[in-house]
């Protein structure tokens, strides 16, 4: 067996360790990429931004680069658990730890704040996003004309509301939020930048969403961060017995899917047309334009025992003029919703995720959520 060979063994047995097989940075499988100056194993994609950062983090691939002896024993003894135990001592319960499926900007903010930055290994560090209050600027689209503009937004915990002004001496803001109805979500392409970051927010029981950037990738993150944090404290004081595994599920998210589909009214008579829907858990929205400020309207979906079901096509009679072929019937308990999407892969996506809402059992607060939605319509 050759030196080579001996060492790529090696590196595969070090591989085998618990908490090898996935990405130390964001939890992608079998990573074929280590940094042998940090002693972690990491994907592809991760292995890019640590080249960014060479100052900190050499990388090297497990199967294909030249390893040194005092290398793999520096893995060896390292790996991932170890790594994290040091990088992550002291990482916040709402600090958004990205997956691979997040954009650049998160997943690049993580491994700078981790690796260089030092944000969560060196104790008594004061956290930008700790601080309860952030007074700054955003570039905003404007809400008609689609043009960014420099707005000042102002964060306070002790509100527990995100303000923005148009005029950065205004004593008015323009909107105040309220933390606890705002979900933020990093979306670079819909928002065509790659730091954009979608803030969706109720006001008056309806939906609204301001589009924002920040040229620097860190303040954004940061920006993000905060509202976690500023929505954690208020959810603390709002359920004082809740843990944080509990509310942390509650703080910003994900949206499960967004796409077109086409729709029709309640009548089924007025035409099939294509809008824009987001799927925030059991909210379904709809907008004519992905940028819309306003949802044209929305989809309480509930579970499955309480009056909601999904089925595929549309009901037998239905006058079908749209373009699209692949129906979805949703029946709540008020009355019928039909779709179509543009394929079948479309249409099995969107019926998977609405089953698996509506298998979710309800919380007393969304059971307060659907009378609102009853009310409203
Ligand atoms: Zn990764």
Redesign the pocket.
Known sequence: MSGSERKIRALREILQKPGNNT??????PD?EWASCSLGVF??????G?HRNIQEISKVKSVGLSHWEDQELEFMAKNGNEPTKKIYEATVPVYYYKPN?KDCQVL?EQWIRAKYERKEFSEAGRNLIYEEGTRDGMLMKRGRDNGQFLNRRFVLSEREGTLKYFTKFDAKDPKAVIKVDTINATFKPEKIGNPNGLQITYLKAYSTRNIFVYHDSSKEIVDWFNSIRAVQLHYLKVAFPGATDAELVPKLTRNFLKEGYMEKTGPRQTEGFKKRWFTLDHRRLMYFKDPLDAFAKGEVFLGNKDHGYQIFPGLPSGTHHNGSWQHGITIKTPERCFLFTCETEEDQESWMKHFSDVMSAPMSPQEFAMEATFRHKH
């Open positions: 990405c130390a940075d964001c939890g992608a990573p990491i994907c592809l994609a991760c292995s931004i691979h997943r």
